[in-house]
């Protein structure tokens, strides 16, 4: 029998029809699409409703799919009036132009029920979406938020070890030459034994059963494929996140705020041209804290905290700058309510009543002048 393929003007899917039909309803996202016929006099506007239903595809359709693969080998549907070729992992929608220039996917990771469990990550997400929206101008709707809040009843939007996967392939896909991306992470971050050493990683919610996700997955996910002209700042708020990007150069910085560059360089990590710059907690050999006593309130990821704060009150800063008086500002405060940004829950009491040890890090996907590049998003 003949058939031919459509796509839904609401998600994007391609699906398959009979010929003769002249609707469909998406097996997706339940969406009900008319057929245009060429030389329609609507089909200009068919076009334009398909691209615009792509970006809410990632926001309306991958987050409202109805079933989930748990083995991640794809998403599985029963057909109406149409259906796949074949299961197949979902993969995220490119986003038109418009919501283009700017997008990030935060992740902020509470472990709830565990004995390692965080308390500020919901907080530096929250914070974190507040400050990109009203302090650089990004859209609301160009960042994607994954936590495991209690209230969160979509299940696409917890941060599964394959849902961070499919936002990261989302903040890529699509980018070109002029965008900011912003990848923020705040969880917990570890060490994986290696022949040649560690290998960082950080901890989706569901890390005990599928597993973390490698720095080497991370960079082959949203540094490799970075075009020329983008940029990409990652925010880790994660023990041992020094390098868990995998970026080619590491900057070093003593404390008087005089830095060198050490060569890092991976051919296999290198990117496609774009610049991709992190900002990490703490060493690979350190861990990093929530406390209260930075904020004097609400519990918070030291790093997140301290990197918002020194943005919001120093305009203009350069990057050496920024480093710096995080650095300071970390350094000079005395933990109140801490909680270890790590699995080793027994080391709390090591902690009470001493300076915070985390030295924030800043690794780059190529070298510059730490006190003359201006810091922006």
Not at 97 to 120: D, E, M, N, P, Q
Not at 262 to 291: F, K, L, N, Y
Request: glycine share 8%; net charge positive.
């Amino acid at each position: 029998m003949a058939i031919r393929q459509e796509r839904c003007n609401q998600c994007g899917t391609l699906l398959v029809v009979p010929p003769e039909v002249q609707a469909f309803k998406c097996a997706v996202c339940h969406g009900i699409t008319k057929i245009v016929l060429p030389g329609s006099l609507s089909q200009a506007y068919n076009s334009v409703s398909h691209v615009a239903g792509r970006f809410r595809g990632f926001i309306n359709t991958i987050m409202m799919t109805s079933s989930v693969n748990n083995n991640n080998q794809g998403y599985g549907a029963t057909p109406h009036f149409g259906y796949y070729l074949q299961p197949q992992p979902l993969r995220p929608l490119i986003p038109p132009s418009a919501f283009g220039s700017k997008r990030a996917v935060l992740c902020g990771i509470c472990y709830h029920g565990k004995s390692y469990r965080l308390k500020g990550s919901l907080n530096d997400v929250k914070c974190m979406k507040y400050f990109l929206i009203n302090h650089f101008g990004f859209p609301s709707d160009s960042i994607l938020m994954l936590t495991d809040d209690k209230e969160e009843k979509n299940p696409l939007r917890i941060p599964t070890k394959y849902n961070i996967q499919m936002a990261l392939k989302w903040l890529i896909e699509g980018s070109r030459s002029g965008d900011s991306l912003v990848f923020h992470f705040s969880g917990h971050g570890t060490r994986e034994v290696k022949s040649e050493g560690y290998d960082k990683a950080i901890c989706p919610v569901d890390y005990e059963h599928k597993g973390k996700i490698l720095s080497d997955e991370i960079n082959s996910a949203i540094v490799r494929p970075l075009p020329l002209g983008a940029i990409l700042h990652a925010i880790i708020d994660a023990c041992h996140s020094g390098t868990v990007l995998d970026l080619s150069f590491v900057c070093k910085m003593n404390r008087e705020g005089y830095y060198r560059w050490e060569d890092h360089r991976i051919p296999s990590a290198i990117t496609r041209g774009g610049m991709a710059i992190c900002v990490s907690a703490c060493d690979d050999g350190q861990i990093s804290v929530d406390t209260s006593a930075l904020s004097g309130k609400e519990v918070t990821g030291a790093l997140t905290y301290s990197f918002i704060q020194t943005v919001q009150n120093e305009p203009g800063l350069t990057y050496g700058h920024l480093l710096s008086v995080m650095r300071s500002t970390i350094k000079g405060t005395r933990t109140g309510i801490v909680v270890l940004n790590g699995p080793i829950a027994s080391l709390l009491n090591t902690l009470l009543g001493q300076h915070i040890t985390q030295e924030p890090q800043l690794s780059s996907s190529e070298m510059f002048d730490m006190y003359k590049k201006q810091f922006v998003l």
